[in-house]
């Protein structure tokens, strides 16, 4: 009865042991999910999750804050991610707030990072849907890699060709290296466009120094760049130059037309400036006309002081007489 007994009592206290045992791991696994408190339900979505699960820490500036609840593939492409988070812990979570997916150490598990952000938003609430930022993940790293070093590859085996055919003399830069003769005209060349950019430099500075000494004030070439009236009546006496320039070309050519008229026997100058015989003509008849008039005159004062034509001159000297003295009054 009494081993009995014994057993019975062993087999109480292990009973009672392992029950407390599994209520105490139920209650730390419990607080660890938070399943015994407020909590927060907010989402974020990802394209790549990088191998994260259920029940993977949340972290809120280094600080677990939470539990990924669910993951929940839409599309090849969309994948959401829904997080619990604890009640006490999420009034300081803001709806800026980007999520991230890293590793708890080298080689930890998956943990969902939330970083906030400066700027004043107002606190999430219950399904609220924070953006995210996908890192580069090892495997693009890796990829990466790969083809940047098969590109190296194939770049170093370019380079081969290109310098074996260098050294071999084959091609423009091949040439210049191995032909010492254009080389040396190469470096006359470039001497000579050395010593012509020195000219061009002391001409610059010689016309630099000619505009330099242009007194705006007094030189004239200074007042026509200051004074635009003086300017416009440069411009315009160019203007009535070139109009004087015409005007005279055509008199010329009404010259040489006349001229050339003259020379071939055109017109009565022709005459005067060759006939000899019309020019003593010409003199003859002025000479008469002269002693005509001469005679004329002779014969007019005569009839003056004849007796018949005498009365008739007085009247007109009277006549012209009273004329001057009223013109006179």
Not at 49 to 61: A, F, W
Not at 104 to 112: E, K, R, S
Not at 144 to 163: C, P, Q, S
Not at 307 to 317: D, I, M, T
Request: aromatic share 4%.
């Amino acid at each position: 009865m009494k081993k009995a007994a014994s057993q019975k009592l062993k087999l109480g206290v292990f009973v009672v042991v392992g029950t407390l045992l599994l209520v105490v791991a139920l209650y730390a696994i419990g607080n660890r999910q938070n399943l015994f408190g407020t909590n927060v339900r907010i989402m974020t979505q990802f394209t790549n999750v990088n191998g994260l699960e259920t029940g993977n820490n949340v972290r809120y500036s280094g600080v677990n804050v939470g539990t990924v609840n669910k993951i929940i593939m839409l599309e090849d492409s969309q994948i959401i991610v829904e997080m619990l988070i604890k009640g006490n812990i999420a009034k300081h979570i803001k709806k800026d707030a980007v999520a991230t997916i890293g590793t708890d150490g080298l080689v930890g598990n998956m943990i969902v990072n939330i970083i906030p952000r400066e700027n004043k938003k107002p606190v999430v609430i219950s399904g609220d849907t924070i953006k995210s930022y996908s890192k580069i993940g090892t495997d693009d790293m890796l990829t990466t890699l790969n083809v940047t070093n098969e590109n190296a590859a194939l770049l170093t085996a370019d380079l081969l060709k290109i310098t074996t055919k260098i050294t071999q003399g084959n091609g423009t830069i091949g040439l210049l290296i191995n032909d010492s003769i254009m080389a040396q005209d190469l470096k006359q060349t470039i001497y000579q466009l050395k010593n012509a950019s020195a000219g061009a430099s002391q001409t610059i500075a010689e016309i630099k120094n000619i505009v330099s000494s242009i007194n705006q004030n007094e030189s004239v070439i200074g007042i026509l760049l200051k004074d635009s009236i003086s300017a416009q009546k440069v411009k315009t006496v160019i203007n009535n130059l070139e109009q004087s320039s015409i005007n005279i070309e055509q008199l010329t050519k009404n010259l040489n037309s006349t001229v050339s008229n003259i020379k071939e026997g055109k017109g009565a100058l022709h005459y005067l400036a060759t006939d000899s015989i019309l020019v003593k003509n010409i003199d003859s008849t002025m000479n008469n006309i002269k002693e005509s008039t001469h005679r004329f005159n002779e014969n007019m004062e005569a009839l003056k002081h004849n007796f018949l034509f005498r009365g008739y001159f007085k009247k007109l000297e009277k006549e012209k007489s009273v004329k001057n003295n009223s013109n006179e009054n």
